[in-house]
């Protein structure tokens, strides 16, 4: 099976798609200091970073529905 080649969107939650609202991203995206990002205060199971296509990994942040659990699984 090939990897995908798809380019990763920073902005994209890796696994449901919808936008993953990271502080992070915005404030490089803007240049506008931004306030820490909700994802400082989550720990993200290793289970749930195992569903992280390895190219996204570390380049695309999990939304906080993912994280909580709330989003349909991969």
Known sequence: MAADSSPVDPNLCPLCGQSNACANEEERRTGVMQPP?????V???ADLLA??????Q???????????GEAAAP
Do not use: E, T
Request: proline share 4%; glycine share 0%.
């Open 43 to 45: 720990d993200f199971s």
């Open 58 to 68: 570390r380049a695309a942040c999990i939304c906080a529905r993912c994280a909580a």
């Open 51 to 56: 569903h992280v296509p390895a190219q996204a």
């Open 37 to 41: 990002c909700w994802c400082a205060s």
